[in-house]
DNA sequence: AAGTATGGCAACCGCACCTGA
DNA sequence: TTCAGGTGCGGTTGCCATACT
């Protein structure tokens, strides 16, 4: 037996809500608030709606926080490296943007920012939202060219790893990663010798990473030091600081 | 001017988690 | 401890406006 259906979808009005439902649910919200049960307000509000949509509504459209309008850079550039710490976990992004909600930030990212990322990636020379940086690493920790076998025990001894699929199967980081899904370099956490490295790696490759593959991600500079051997320690990130994806 | 494609956004769906009886 | 109801969340859909042919 399924779990009962948490209104009688027959009896509820379903798609785009009218000036005066808006009304309504505003002037009974301010009056006596959600009562702690979303379910049950329609029916006291005198809405023919189910309760999930009201909550949605109010959430997403007609609470007085909220910010309608486009987005500036700064929430572009928040967005982005947030997404790039913890993936598409669209409330805690919008838990920094104050008036904006997940659904806004994901629309905005589905819409605009994925594109306008893939579109950077693509065209390195051109127009991105990266700034841009020397090879063979860019600022959003991508290699710009292809990362060699040669180069990857130098990664693993800091503990860092190349996703996979940047370059094709034919690459042969590939058999590193199976399960990995771009060409961004990252971080397993702090290796601090080569065998904890490695083991690191290895973990990932078995798809054994925190949160489901979601890792930090610090970006082009120390990378950089790494695959031109420099000895300087000056770019090693502090930990806090993850500058993917620009 | 009409038809079609695309982009943007609001809303819905269904699952997982939380909470209280 | 169990279970049902409520809530939160991410993914997806569908509608409408605009751009393009």
């Known amino acids: ?16 809500w ?8 505003i002037r009974y919200l301010q009056t ?23 909550r ?12 309608h309008g486009g987005f500036t850079e700064e929430e572009d550039d928040i967005i982005c490296s947030l997404y790039g710490q913890m993936g598409s976990r669209w409330s805690i992004i919008a838990s920094h ?5 997940d659904n806004d930030i994901k629309n905005h990212w589905n819409t605009k920012l994925k594109k306008k990322l893939l579109a950077s990636k693509a065209t390195p020379a051109g127009p991105s939202l990266c700034v841009p940086k020397p090879e063979p690493f860019n600022n959003c920790g991508y290699p ?38 771009t ?5 397993f956490g702090a290796a601090s010798s080569s065998q904890e490295g490695s083991e690191t790696m290895a973990a990932a490759a078995n798809g054994d990473v925190e949160d489901g593959g979601i890792l930090p991600d610090y970006g082009f500079e120390y990378l950089y030091d790494l695959v031109h051997g420099s000895t300087t320690q000056d770019h090693k990130p502090d930990g806090a600081t993850p500058i993917f994806p620009c």
Not at 18 to 25: V, Y
Not at 56 to 67: G, H, Q, S, T, V
Not at 165 to 172: C, D, K, L
Request: hydrophobic share 30%; aromatic share 6%; with cysteine.
């Open 56 to 67: 949605l509504r109010w959430l997403n459209y007609l609470r007085p926080d909220i910010k």
């Open 1 to 16: 037996m399924g779990r009962a259906p948490c209104c009688d979808k027959a009896n509820v009005k379903r798609g785009p």
């Open 32 to 54: 006596h608030g959600t009562g702690g049960n979303w379910i049950a307000l329609p029916q006291k509000a005198g809405l023919k709606r189910c309760g999930k949509s009201c």
């Open 183 to 187: 060409g961004r370099v990252f971080q």
């Open 144 to 181: 710009s060219q292809n990362i060699t076998s040669a180069t990857l025990p130098m990664l693993a001894d800091a503990g860092y790893g190349v996703l996979t699929n940047v370059n094709g199967p034919q690459n042969p980081i590939d058999t590193f990663f199976p399960s990995a899904e």
């Open 18 to 25: 009218s000036p005066d439902e808006d009304a309504t649910l």
């Open 97 to 101: 943007l104050p008036g904006r909600t």
